[in-house]
Each structure stands twice: as C-alpha cells, then as structure tokens.
C-alpha cells in the first residue's frame, strides 16, 4: 500500500500542535484561521457536515472532504474525528 503523505502531514502537524480537531473546537477557530485547511470526513452526518461547510463559505476556509472517519482518526491517533483543521501555513504548503 503506497503512504499517503496528506494523512502522514496531518500525524506531524497534530504532534506539533498544529491541528485543531472536533467539531466545536474547529468551529470555534475558523475565523481565527482562515488561511487554514478544514478536513472533514466523507461519512460525516448531515449536520455536522452542513454546519462546517456553512462556516468554511462564510470564512472562505478552504474545505477537503476527501478521507473518512477512520482514515482521519487514525492519522491523528485518536478515535472517532471527523473534522480536523491544519492551521500551521508550513504544513499547508506540504
């Protein structure tokens, strides 16, 4: 299986204290971050998922719905994540 380096980044951002995770911190922190990326799982509930991208058009936040749960957990080690905003501009360039 080839790595993927997104999930990969998104494992040493969280290490570094560079991501935000779970709903109510990432929406609380999306006008602070608006140069900031928003992952949000592709099996996400309807509200969650209407509430986040909602608030990424309001701040124009660029919005990635390209991993589910399980993959955007396990790159952060925790369980159960569904949203996960990278704010470090180093780690969004990678």
């Known amino acids: 299986m080839k790595p993927n380096h997104t999930l990969n ?3 040493l951002a ?12 990432v929406l609380s922190a999306l006008k602070k971050y608006p140069e900031g990326i928003v992952f949000l799982a ?6 969650i998922t209407a509430k986040i991208e909602q608030k990424c ?28 905003l990278l704010t470090d501009p180093g780690f969004i360039k990678k």
């Open 57 to 84: 058009k309001t701040f124009q936040v660029s919005l990635n719905k390209d991993y589910d749960t399980e993959a955007l957990s396990k790159a952060i080690g925790k369980a159960n994540r569904k949203v996960l």
């Open 14 to 25: 969280f290490r570094a204290k560079k991501l935000i995770h779970g709903e109510g911190l």
């Open 9 to 11: 980044n998104l494992g």
């Open 42 to 47: 592709n099996d996400a509930g309807d509200n």
